[in-house]
């Protein structure tokens, strides 16, 4: 990661840089907000800083997994979470209802890679970086094309991955360039797949705040929504600024980025919310989890 990408993840003030120990909740300090470091979340955050007047918060960036496990560990105060990480540990999360990643067909950075048609793939190389798209194809492998695959690790590249493998699931912006600029004869969107079997949009991250800190500083928290919110209604309101500003921290051309971003979805619709529940649905059928959660927001228990 060049420097400037790396000065423009990590920002923020009140002395705190980045993660840190789990500290008690009710002392104030920086918050710590979770940051995609991936091209899909650029939205989310550009506009942080033409905002004014709101206090103190560090970004910390991550892959997905890395994200996840700060946020659970009690390393971050709100992070985006992936939508089968919440399933999981619920019991320990409050949602944002007004705001998830959300693709309503295809996304282009959630993509099956193979050598050999869907229907025929028997083994996969799986991207460590993200739980939900690992659960999603293994919804649709076995729920829409009636495939049985064995699993394993992504390890090297991708030609040496499908040297050993009928196919390859990558996300981000590894994603975005094996499909921009590879030369790949087979390639799968999963969220157009998902599109097409469900009829509905795919949830990939929800975002979520630790129950304790909520507790203590609820109304900092909803700030960060309201921020977050106006982040992405700046950017729909600027997008050749947007664009020219990923250009210089992202290998893509500008044409391909004003493709992507058209295709990312941030809030959190009813159909979305139906989309995200049938996803989960499924998730119990294949057992990838035990059940699917009940979504509780922020709104809902700052009620009293």
């Known amino acids: 990661m060049n420097s400037g990408r790396r000065e423009q993840l990590e920002t923020g003030g009140c002395g705190d840089n980045g993660s840190g120990p789990v500290r008690d909740d009710s002392q104030p300090g920086a918050i710590r907000i979770g940051q995609f470091e991936f091209l899909n979340g650029y939205p989310l955050y550009y506009g942080l800083e033409k905002g004014e007047g709101w206090g103190c918060f560090n970004l910390v960036h991550g892959v997905p997994t890395t994200l996840n496990r700060l946020l659970l560990a009690g390393e971050l105060d709100i992070s985006p979470i992936s939508s089968i ?7 320990d999360l409050l949602l944002f209802p007004r705001i998830s990643i959300t693709a309503d067909g295809a996304v282009d950075s959630i993509r099956l890679i193979t050598k ?17 798209s690992v659960v999603l194809l293994k919804i649709l492998l076995r729920q829409m094309y009636g495939v049985e695959a064995r699993y394993a690790s992504l390890e090297g590249s991708v030609s040496e991955a499908l040297a050993s493998h009928d196919a390859v699931l990558l996300i981000g912006d590894q994603a975005l360039d094996s499909y921009y600029h590879g030369d790949w004869e087979m390639s799968y969107d999963l969220g157009s797949e998902w599109k097409d079997f469900t009829g509905l949009p795919m949830v990939f991250a929800l975002w979520a705040v630790r129950k304790p800190f909520f507790e203590n500083r609820a109304d900092e928290t909803i700030e960060v929504q309201d921020r977050l919110l106006y982040s992405v209604e700046y950017c729909r309101g600027h997008w050749e600024e947007v664009v020219e500003a990923a250009a210089r921290v992202y290998p893509f051309e500008p044409d391909l980025l004003r493709s992507y971003f ?27 989890v035990a059940q699917a959660p009940d979504l509780v927001f922020t709104r809902e228990a700052g009620r009293g």
Do not use: M, P, W
Not at 85 to 91: G, I, K, P, T
Not at 120 to 127: Q, W
Not at 271 to 282: A, H, P, Q, V, W
């Open 116 to 132: 050999c048609s869907i229907e025929k793939v028997g083994s996969v190389a799986l991207t460590g970086q993200s739980a939900t």
């Open 262 to 288: 058209s295709k990312l979805r941030y809030d959190f619709t009813d159909d979305y919310r139906r989309g995200l529940e049938e996803f989960y649905r499924r998730a119990v059928q294949i057992g990838a």
């Open 85 to 91: 990480e919440y399933a999981d540990n619920a019991s």
